[in-house]
């Protein structure tokens, strides 16, 4: 059974720095295209950073310099370093995950996702 689990979510206060984690189970991340999103209250859902299989990555302008995406494929996890986190990052963050090479930025290219998890900047 795929599974995508994310982690790492809280409250921090603008300014500071989360690390979110994707764990994926019952696939590899050496044929898996993998795609963060968020999705803040009122709002559709974004593209926040994709990874190729080969480690290309992808950002969004409102992100780009703040955020990196990294994996380690022997621990099945890919990770998403967030700093000088603003007001407006406030939203789910979800991982999503796809068979495939390159980097898709399209949310219904991607089969598995994970639950969210709650990421809240606030002073």
């Known amino acids: 059974q795929l599974r995508v689990v994310e982690s790492g979510g809280g409250l921090v206060q603008p300014g500071g720095s989360l690390r979110l984690s994707c764990v994926v189970s019952?696939?590899?991340?050496?044929?898996?295209?993998i795609g963060w999103f968020r999705q803040a209250p009122g709002k559709e859902r974004e593209g926040v950073s994709f990874l190729s299989v080969g480690g290309d990555t992808w950002y969004a302008q409102s992100v780009k310099g703040r955020f990196t995406v990294s994996k380690n494929n022997a621990k099945n996890t890919v990770y998403l370093q967030m700093d000088s986190l603003k007001t407006e990052d406030t939203a789910v963050y979800y991982c999503a995950a796809n068979r495939g090479v390159y980097i898709s930025t399209d949310e219904r290219w991607y089969a598995h996702w994970g639950q969210g998890t709650q990421v809240t900047v606030s002073s």
């Open positions: 019952g696939f590899t991340l050496d044929n898996y295209v």
